[in-house]
């Protein structure tokens, strides 16, 4: 069973960073994409960003620019620097790792962490 454990959560004033760290264990085989996902009481949760093992990635519009996802695959770990932060980014963080056990046909296991709260206050 793959376990991804979220770090780094906590209260930060508008404009200030926070930097959260995954750290993945467990899996038998590697995880090909890995990423962070938020989500807001009464909201779906949403996509902040995502990293491929090759480093290729991808942003949400509200994000770009301001935060950055990186991998350190040897440690088999994904962090999230969040700079400028806005009240708006107020929400529970979690990490998810994706396995492909098959592209023709496509098939995926999905994983998810415990989450880890940020509160920006104005």
């Known amino acids: 069973q793959v376990q991804l454990v979220e770090s780094g959560g906590g209260l930060v004033q508008a404009g200030g960073s926070l930097r959260l760290s995954c750290a993945a264990s467990?899996?038998?085989?590697?995880?090909?994409?890995m990423g962070w996902y938020r989500q807001t009481s009464g909201k779906e949760r949403e996509l902040v960003a995502t990293a491929t093992e090759s480093g290729l990635t991808n942003y949400s519009d509200s994000v770009k620019g301001r935060f950055t996802i990186s991998r350190d695959n040897a440690k088999n770990t994904v962090y999230l620097q969040m700079n400028n932060l806005k009240p708006e980014d107020t929400a529970v963080y979690y990490c998810n790792g994706r396995v492909v056990v098959s592209r023709l046909p496509l098939r995926v296991n999905d994983y998810w962490g415990q989450g880890t709260q940020v509160t920006v206050s104005s």
């Open positions: 467990g899996s038998m085989f590697r995880i090909n994409v």
